[in-house]
């Protein structure tokens, strides 16, 4: 069965959700706009370490910093939240319980928190063996780019924190809605991010 | 009665979309998995040459790109033309000013006998 022409990219309510699917239309827009020039601002941080990757003037390089299983770990970590994410959308798409999609907000949160916890661990073990950003062009721009993405993370699971505090006020109405679509917009993309760090930064200099 | 049925059909339609998004996110999973831990796998046993596995790295990350953009943002061929022009633009300029930047940089660096080799 093939649905009709979709109001805007990412999932859609339906027409079962009335005037909230309409209002959708231009919020879900904006925010891919948004979401747009914030992909160019990545692209560009990431020529920046790709240029600057064996500017290390005489300091520890990626061979001495970095970690395959704790990078491998981060992976699997920001994947499953993606997944737990899907379920919390879908959960309020087909007005599952509150409960349900509560649940799946905070494990995907405590994922998010727990690849938050994995990448400080690899920072300041990274600084531990003097890579730190000033040492050379390549820390400047490795503590540039995966910071980067970091802070998009933690400001996605303070976010979430919010949405379910709006959740626990005022149910799930329109505004609440259009909170989780976008923040899963969000979410979805910054693991996108994640897949072209872990193979430029983390696998392509560890080779 | 009939206003029963039409309503049961929907009822059941609904059933079956749902089932539907739901599979694709597992789709979406386990393709993304599956094109994780093998990139990873190469890199961790070291099965090839430098290159060759730069060039896998590459092409994974690519095809895992697109499994995301697919199952979990939902982007096909049935989005308004004004959506996918965005994305498509959007890409067509990371790709400009990202192969320009690296291209120029590289350049420089040759003529300036500066490291580009670790």
Redesign the interface.
């Known amino acids: 069965m093939s649905e009709k022409v979709m109001k805007h990219p990412g999932l859609n309510l339906g027409p079962t959700h009335g005037k909230d699917d309409e209002a959708a239309e231009t919020m879900m827009f904006g925010f891919w706009v948004f979401m747009m020039s914030d992909a160019i601002l990545f692209a560009m941080v990431f020529a920046t370490y790709v240029t600057s990757v064996h500017a290390t003037a005489g300091a520890p390089g990626p061979h001495d910093l970095y970690n395959i299983k704790s990078a491998f770990i981060e992976t699997m970590l920001l994947l499953s939240s993606s997944f737990t994410f899907g379920m919390a959308s879908l959960a309020m798409k087909y007005k599952k319980s509150t409960l349900r999609l509560i649940g799946w907000l905070a494990i995907t949160l405590i994922l998010g928190v727990s690849f938050l916890g994995f990448e400080a661990h690899d920072f300041i073990s990274m600084i531990g063996k003097g890579g730190v950003p000033s040492r050379s062009g390549y820390l400047s721009a490795f503590f540039d780019l995966v910071p980067l993405h970091g802070l998009h993370v933690t400001v996605g699971c303070i976010w979430m924190v919010c949405l379910v505090g709006q959740i626990a006020c005022y149910g799930i109405d329109r505004q609440v809605k259009m909170g989780i679509m976008r923040l899963a917009l969000f979410w979805h993309f910054l693991d996108i991010v994640w897949i072209a760090i872990f193979s430029v930064v983390y696998l392509a200099g560890l080779t | 009665m009939t206003v029963h049925t039409s309503h049961d059909t929907d009822q059941s339609?609904?059933q079956?979309?749902?089932r539907?998004?739901?599979r694709s996110?597992l789709w979406?999973?386990g393709l993304?998995?599956l094109l994780?831990l093998v990139?990873?796998a190469l890199?961790?046993w070291?099965v090839m040459t430098?290159a060759a596995?730069?060039i896998a790295?590459?092409a994974?990350?690519l095809i895992?790109?697109i499994v995301?953009?697919r199952f979990?943002?939902?982007?096909g061929f049935?989005?308004?033309r004004?959506?996918?022009q965005?994305?498509l633009f959007?890409a067509l300029?990371?790709i400009i000013?990202?192969a320009g930047?690296?291209w120029i940089?590289?350049s420089l660096?040759v003529r300036m006998a500066?490291?580009?080799?670790?």
């Not at chain 2, 979990?72 to 982007?75: D, V």
């Not at chain 2, 500066?114 to 670790?118: G, K, N, V």
């Open positions: 339609q609904r079956q979309q749902e539907r998004e739901f996110y979406g999973v993304a998995l994780t990139p990873f890199v961790y070291g430098r596995l730069l790295i590459g994974f990350a895992q790109m995301h953009f979990f943002l939902h982007i049935k989005q308004k004004e959506d996918l965005l994305i959007s300029l990371l000013m990202v930047t690296i940089m590289t660096a500066m490291p580009t080799q670790p």
